[in-house]
């Protein structure tokens, strides 16, 4: 069952991404993500798996544009600053999953995307606007 409703959710939310700008997707994964806690404090696994999936979509698609832009040659710093925004909010994803028991890896092109950028700006600090 849970699963099926993470399915559901992950499609539906699919597509409501892709017209959301880089700051609404980094709003929308933060209020996702402080749902989903909420849901599981309140001992509604269901519900928190659901909106586990989709904050991974939500990533995804945020990291897709974040790289876009930087293809695209916007300012790193700028790149660095949504960039550390998610990997702040990763701890908190990844201990959630594990409580769940849905554990899944960090996505690996944005580890890498932020391993990059530390070698070429100095990004302490960033995770706040």
Do not use: C, H, W
């Not at 099926?4 to 499609?11: L, M, N």
């Not at 849901?39 to 876009?68: F, H, M, P, Y």
């Not at 949504?82 to 999953?97: F, H, L, T, V, Y």
């Amino acid at each position: 069952m849970k699963f099926a409703a993470a399915a559901a959710v992950a499609t539906v939310a699919a597509n409501q991404y892709d017209s959301m700008n880089e700051d609404e997707l980094l709003v929308n994964l933060e209020s996702t993500l402080s749902s989903a806690l909420s849901s599981e404090a309140r001992g509604d696994g269901d519900a928190a798996v659901a909106k586990t999936a989709a904050i991974k979509n939500i990533q995804k698609a945020l990291t897709a544009r974040i790289l876009k832009r930087l293809d695209d040659g916007q300012p790193l710093v700028e790149v660095a600053r949504k960039m550390k925004a998610i990997e702040g909010m990763q701890p908190q994803i990844n201990d959630m999953e594990r409580r769940l028991g849905i554990m899944q890896s960090v996505e690996p092109v944005l580890e890498n995307a932020i391993k990059t950028l530390q070698k070429v700006v100095d990004v302490r600090g960033m995770g706040k606007k």
